[in-house]
Nanobody
């Protein structure tokens, strides 16, 4: 079991930056695949980035070169550094965890471990 709590969302102008954090409980954090998703009303939740238990990083094409996922295992915390933000990045951002990511995004989507979300709003 793992509990996830996101923070760091807010309102910024286009071109600005934010760093999201996801604090995880549970002493098996380092064994989990962790990722970030986002969702806007009326649309499906989409994957943003994830890091598997071996440290392999995967990004959605829409955020490559602008967002960076990282983790501090000692602090049980996952981060998402978001630079050069665009209005289309506006969404609720969620953290998710899965015991393994053999199926990539699908493994995380199917997981029961999600945070409550943090809102990111980017104005033009």
């Amino acid at each position: 079991q793992v509990q996830l709590v996101e923070s760091g969302g807010g309102s910024v102008q286009a071109g600005g930056s934010l760093r999201l954090s996801c604090a995880a409980s549970g002493n098996t954090y380092s064994r989990y695949c962790m990722g970030w998703f986002r969702q806007v009303p009326g649309k499906e939740r989409e994957g943003v980035a994830f890091i598997d238990s071996g440290g392999w990083l995967t990004y959605a094409d829409t955020v490559k070169g602008r967002f960076t996922i990282s983790q501090d295992i000692a602090k049980n915390t996952l981060y998402l550094q978001m630079n050069n933000l665009k209005p289309e990045d506006t969404a609720m951002y969620y953290c998710a965890a899965a015991s393994a990511c053999r199926l990539g995004w699908a493994s995380l989507k199917a997981s029961n471990f999600w945070g409550q979300g943090t809102q990111v709003t980017v104005s033009s």
